[in-house]
Antibody, heavy 120, light 111 residues
């Protein structure tokens, strides 16, 4: 079955960086786009970024553009989210989610989530 | 950005009774290729979100048939025909015609 396992979260000071990973299994990773979605404490869902199945197309939410970078390693079935210049507003649970196709902007399966806390 | 607006924001339902959630988009979600990119997710307490309905009315794998989606253009509805205790959670609509955006969420609780 499809499994997505995020890692790399934790507590970080404002202005610092963090890199999240999401290891995928149970499907042919190179056939699906991969997304990141976040949820601030007590808030709703906010889409963050998407990378196409081949890694050639990447899109970001406006508030993350220029600070966050999504990448993938299809040989390792892993997608990454590099987050730079973090602010307290980036505190959230970060989910990776599988796109419903190579270039799909919708997603079906989600990981369990990874907590990122930005605090001095 | 396409703005998604859900109503109501909370719903208290007696088990066995129906429930309905509305979702309106700020522009049509009908794509030129003929598909409508409207999705419904549920986030049960302490869990990640799960896909319920894709492209307006298609139930995802394993989703019970008491869940149904309908609508077109800018107006969409999720219906639960007979609410069960396990349906407690927050329901989100989402569009993916452009970069994805979610509704605010509708909290469903059991009376």
């Amino acid at each position: 079955q499809v499994q997505l396992v995020e890692s790399g979260g934790g507590v970080v000071q404002p202005g610092r960086s963090l890199r999240l990973s999401c290891a995928a299994s149970g499907f042919t990773f190179s056939r699906n786009a991969m997304h990141w979605v976040r949820q601030a404490p007590g808030k709703g869902l906010e889409w963050v970024a998407v990378i196409s199945c081949d890694g050639n197309n990447k899109y970001y939410a406006d508030s993350m553009k220029g600070r966050f970078t999504v990448s993938r390693d299809n040989s390792k079935n892993t997608v990454f989210l590099q987050m730079n210049n973090l602010t307290v507003e980036d505190t959230a649970v970060y989910y990776c989610a599988r796109g419903m196709g190579c270039y799909s902007w919708a997603f079906d399966y989600w990981g369990q989530g990874n907590q990122v806390t930005v605090s001095s | 950005d396409i703005v998604m607006t859900q109503t109501p924001l909370s719903l208290s339902v007696t088990p066995g009774q129906p429930a309905s959630i509305s979702c309106k988009s700020s522009q049509s979600l009908l794509h030129s290729e003929g598909r409508t990119y409207l999705y419904w997710y549920v986030q049960r307490p302490g869990q990640p979100p799960q896909l319920l309905i894709y492209e307006v009315s298609n139930r995802f794998s394993g989703v019970p048939d008491r869940f149904s989606g309908s609508g077109s253009g800018t107006d969409f509805t999720l219906k639960i025909s007979r609410v069960e205790a396990e349906d407690v959670g927050i329901y989100y609509c989402m569009q993916s015609k452009h970069l994805p955006t979610f509704g605010q969420g509708t909290k469903v609780e059991i009376k």
